[in-house]
């Protein structure tokens, strides 16, 4: 096994450096994955009538990995961090292709959770590594280059499905099959022909939750609490309420992607220009209003349109969770990049244990509610976001410290 520090990288060629394989991995993971969230509502309705009860607890089902991503961190004391995320990533991809082999209750949950496991672990590891890879001045723009990468090649599979599902009457087995194969080809190839990069800062591989950390993990449990939202209803709604089909709801998803292609170096830009601060600022009161606007949808009976609309712009307000990564790059210690990421991962998906199942409840009684409910979570971590200081760094994580001094000479 080759191993190349970091700082020797620049005399490989340039599609074997790290951002290379960091844009690679970044296009493989979301085909596999956006192709299973694309198909999964009709999928499920379709084949095994589930209700908002069954997509609760289908979904809560697929969180538990993340949950259970701590676990990376007892993993890489014997795996390297860059063969863990490529092993998990093969695995996402496997599991995703056997979807529809198992179309029932039983199946559909094991196999979500055997591609989530494979998910929630490559992006724990996916997280770090691009924290270490990336310097900390670049790391806005470049983390959004890396969203608009991944979007880009997720569009690709998308108009794929909506030029050819109805075309071809393709099956769910057959997009499953295409999608999870690629994303696996992909992963394969970048465990085999790339170099392990050596970051200049060795990780701790123990398990670190700090106190001076505190406002990034309240706000990590917030964002997962509120995504849950997004993820497992939004697009559970389109299906339900507007009888989306699957190249209806897949369009919308194009849609989606291209918007994030054009907006996430954007928002990038605007995170490094504005500061982490006003970003998430600026997100949370969105979200705010977008999750009002989505308990409208039953109050005032609005259309189709407003629905779709209001979906897009949701998506598009996401793009600033990179001002998340880049607070904690800026106040981490650089050896509890990795650790840190695998407990923020678990955090994130504390409430995505319970809520999916618990909201699936509330939705049959009012799914207006449910979106009142995001609201209200999207306005706690706005409040949160009021402590993160203008230039946030060591000492300086929250605004109850005071301003950076410069250092002693």
Not at 25 to 52: E, K, R
Not at 86 to 92: C, K, P, S, T, W
Not at 245 to 271: C, D, F
Not at 358 to 378: E, I, K, N
Request: glycine share 8%; net charge neutral.
């Amino acid at each position: 096994m080759q191993i190349i520090r970091l700082e020797d990288t620049h005399n490989l060629p340039f599609w074997r450096r790290p951002a290379a394989l960091l844009f690679l991995m970044a296009m493989a993971m979301p085909v596999a994955f956006s192709t299973w969230s694309a198909l999964l509502n009709n999928f499920v309705i379709d084949v095994a009538n589930f209700d908002g009860s069954d997509i609760g607890w289908l979904h809560t089902v697929r969180e538990i990995p993340g949950f259970l991503a701590i676990g990376v961190i007892a993993i890489i004391m014997f795996v390297r961090e860059q063969v863990l995320g490529m092993v998990a990533l093969v695995m996402l991809g496997v599991a995703t292709g056997l979807t529809a082999q198992f179309p029932t209750m039983g199946g559909i949950l094991t196999l979500t959770m055997l591609s989530s496991i494979g998910f929630h672990y490559y992006e724990t590891v996916n997280q770090s590594l691009q924290l270490q890879w990336i310097d900390k001045k670049k790391a806005p723009q470049t983390i959004g280059w890396l969203m608009a990468a991944g979007s880009g090649a997720t569009l690709v599979a998308y108009i794929l499905i909506v030029m050819t599902w109805r075309t071809y009457d393709l099956s769910y087995n057959f997009v499953y099959m295409v999608s999870g194969g690629f994303t696996a080809i992909v992963a394969l190839f970048c465990l085999f022909a790339y170099p392990q990069f050596e970051a200049p800062h060795p990780q701790l591989k123990t398990f670190v939750l700090r106190k001076r950390y505190w406002l990034y993990y309240a706000m990590q449990f917030m964002a997962g609490a509120r995504r849950q939202i997004f993820v497992v209803f939004a697009g559970f709604m389109m299906v339900e309420k507007f009888g989306f089909k699957v190249h209806e709801i897949t369009a919308l998803y194009t849609i989606n992607l291209v918007v994030n292609i054009i907006v996430a170096p954007l928002m990038g830009r605007i995170v490094f220009k504005f500061g982490e601060r006003r970003a998430l600022l600026f997100e949370y009161f969105g979200l705010i209003l977008v999750f009002l606007a989505y308990g409208g949808l039953y109050f005032f009976s609005w259309g189709v349109i407003i629905a779709s609309a209001l979906y897009v712009i949701d998506h598009m307000l996401f793009a600033l969770a990179l001002a998340l990564k880049t607070y904690f790059q800026k106040i981490a210690d650089p050896q509890d990049i990795a650790p840190t990421a695998a407990v923020a991962f678990t955090i994130n998906h504390i409430a995505a244990v319970f809520l999916p199942a618990g909201l699936g409840y509330l939705w049959l009684l009012s799914p207006a509610a449910v979106f009142v409910t995001a609201a209200c979570m999207a306005a706690t971590s706005f409040g949160l976001a009021l402590l993160v200081p203008r230039h946030p760094g060591p000492g300086h994580e929250t605004v109850f410290q005071g301003a950076l001094l410069a250092p002693a000479e």
